[in-house]
């Protein structure tokens, strides 16, 4: 006897419908799931997962962290009659902002049902309590015969030890089961899937040997078939397989497990999409060390120490987590500010530059950090001061602490350079800045 019960394709129909931008109505981007599995007494155990990608969501900054609450409602239905409704309140929390935005970091959460009936028809709705985003989707579930073979196959990105609270709802004999909700594995995170499944045996064929076969197909090309012979000695067998992602073709696969027993055959099946994306390496400069520079302006002294010591691939990524990072905290994209910043740096040598390029002197340097100023008053030092008299700028800025900033050219060659600052933190004001000016600087010109 041969049988074959697919599961239908709740996730990759959630992909294509991204894809086409059918989420513009749900507005809450997220993924949803569902595994089935047989308790002792033959019933379905019926498993949700869902995950909400971190970026999708819409947080609140609370006591030094950052939260999120999803109101989430299950409605279970048997021919047009509601069989009941859950609800779940998700209270996320997250320790840092720039999670918010992450590509890769999302929650998860799962609802177990014991099936009472053979068919249920779910309807899913998901509510971003802060910004009134919504996600809603509906589906239908047949239950396992309670003489199934095999449940269904639940695809895991990681597997791992944890005794923790956290993810309670997936551990498995001390083990931690990350489900891939999305069906999306990305190769620079996962080298291996893991496919959890469950085998249920007849006392009568408790100790006769079983054939367990998994197939990866792409493209109609067959790329994996693996066999493994067991014998079961439960009735209630759990496996675990690992799936190597390195080696594989990055694309969309078909793939499916058969049990062979006796006679009977018995067969699941599952999708996923391995992923290989291109890693973008974000820069104004050619020259790490330049960007390096530039990076100062904005961090001082929460650059890295051991700069010197990291290869120009390690550089070059920390670089571009500076920008990332940058666009996150000024809410715009990555292409804006990388512009802005580039705009400014361009300025700054055609207005700025002695004998070095016009971004390295200080003028350049508070340039680049503040932009224009609202206010440039010019003068010229009086004889009292400690040399001859020497051309000064004074620049303000109206926003944030209302900056002052004074410049004199010491040299008279045009290279200003900063001698006192107020307001600006990352500056240092040179102890002797009245001397240069002359004690009888009128004080009053730095009001802001």
């Known amino acids: 006897m041969n049988i074959s019960i697919f599961k239908k394709s709740l996730l990759l129909c959630i992909l294509i419908a991204s894809s086409l931008g059918l989420f513009a109505q749900a507005k809450l981007n997220m993924y949803i799931d569902y595994n089935r599995f047989l308790d002792h007494e033959g019933n379905t155990i019926l498993l949700i997962d869902y995950e909400i990608p971190y970026r999708s969501l819409l947080f609140l900054a609370h006591n030094n962290a950052f939260f999120a609450q999803v109101e989430v409602e299950i409605q279970v239905a048997n021919q047009d009659s509601v069989i ?8 996320i929390g997250i320790s840092s902002k720039h999670d918010a935005s992450s590509n890769v970091k999302s929650y998860l959460n799962r609802i177990s049902f014991l099936m009472s009936e053979e068919h249920y028809d779910i309807s899913f709705t998901a509510t971003d309590l802060l910004s009134k985003n919504s996600f809603v989707w509906s589906f239908g579930v047949d239950a396992l015969s309670p003489r199934s073979r095999i449940s269904d196959l639940e695809l895991n990105s990681r597997v791992y030890v944890d005794s923790s609270a956290y993810l309670e709802k997936f551990r498995r004999q001390g083990k931690v089961y990350e489900p891939t909700v999305s069906a999306i594995l990305r190769r ?5 899937a893991h496919l959890y499944l469950e085998i249920y045996t007849p006392e009568e064929e408790l100790g006769e040997s079983q054939l367990l076969n998994l197939s990866l197909e792409q493209n109609g090309i067959l790329i994996v078939d693996e066999y493994m012979d067991f014998i079961p000695t439960k009735p ?5 397989l690992k799936i190597p992602l390195t080696d594989l073709p990055a694309g969309k696969y078909q793939a499916w497990v058969s049990l062979q027993a006796r006679e009977y055959q018995e067969d699941r099946d599952f999708e996923f999409v391995l992923s290989e994306e291109i890693e973008t ?6 020259s790490p060390d330049d960007e390096y520079q530039l990076m100062r302006y904005f961090m001082a002294s929460n650059m890295p120490a051991n700069w010197d010591n990291m290869d ?3 550089k070059r990524r920390h670089i571009s987590n500076f920008w990332r990072n940058m ?14 910043i580039n705009s400014r740096v361009e300025h700054a040598n055609r207005f700025y530059s002695h004998l070095r390029p016009g971004w390295t002197t200080d003028m350049g340097r508070i340039y680049i950090r503040n932009g224009a100023p609202d206010d440039i008053e010019k003068g010229t030092s009086s004889d009292e001061s400690r040399f001859v008299r020497k051309d000064y700028q004074i620049w303000k800025y109206h926003s944030g602490n209302r900056p002052v900033y004074i410049f004199i050219d010491i040299q008279m060659n045009n290279n200003y350079r900063l001698i006192y600052a107020s307001g600006d933190d990352m500056e240092i004001t040179n102890p002797d800045w009245l001397r240069y000016l002359g004690g009888d600087f009128d004080v009053s010109l730095l009001r802001n």
Do not use: C, G, K
């Open 84 to 91: 009941y409704t859950h609800q779940v309140s998700d209270n």
């Open 188 to 192: 620079q995170y996962h080298e291996n």
């Open 236 to 240: 209630h067998e759990s496996f675990t």
């Open 281 to 286: 390496m974000l820069s104004i400069f050619n």
């Open 312 to 314: 120009i691939d390690t």
């Open 327 to 340: 666009a996150i905290a000024t809410r715009m994209t990555e292409t804006e500010v990388m512009d802005l």
